[in-house]
């Protein structure tokens, strides 16, 4: 069993940044590949970046990429999510998620945990 919990999410200017955090318990990152999703009102969930366990390939989803970064502490046991540059087409709630398969990190649908989520709102 994996319990996650997100936090930093918030109110924030265009241009701005957030830093997003996702602390587990139960298990390490060592063994799992955590994902970071995101779901707005009325629309379904989506693929943001992902850290896979194994020699830490990372992906992003295009419209994040170069200005999103993923990154592990394991010793704290928490990845993170530094995000710059938002766009108030970021707004949405952000989950984390958690999986010991390496089928595509891009499936929701193929992740085993996830955490309660944290809201991000990017103002004009």
């Known amino acids: 069993q994996v319990q996650l919990v997100e936090s930093g999410g918030g109110l924030v200017q265009a241009g701005g940044s957030l830093r997003l955090s996702c602390a587990a318990s139960?298990?390490?990152?060592?063994?799992?590949?955590v994902g970071w999703f995101r779901q707005a009102p009325g629309k379904e969930r989506e693929f943001v970046a992902a850290?896979?366990?194994?020699?830490?390939?990372?992906h992003y989803a295009d419209s994040v990429k170069g200005r999103f970064t993923i990154s592990t502490d394991i010793a704290q046991n928490t990845v993170y999510l530094q995000m710059n540059s938002l766009k108030t087409e970021d707004t949405a709630v952000y989950y984390c998620?958690?999986?010991?398969?390496?089928?595509?990190?891009?499936?929701?649908?193929?992740?085993?945990?996830w955490g309660q989520g944290t809201q991000v709102t990017v103002s004009a």
């Open positions: 998620g958690s999986k010991i398969d390496v089928s595509d990190p891009r499936r929701s649908a193929s992740y085993d945990y």
């Open positions: 139960g298990r390490t990152f060592r063994t799992y590949n």
């Open positions: 850290i896979m366990r194994s020699g830490g390939a990372i």
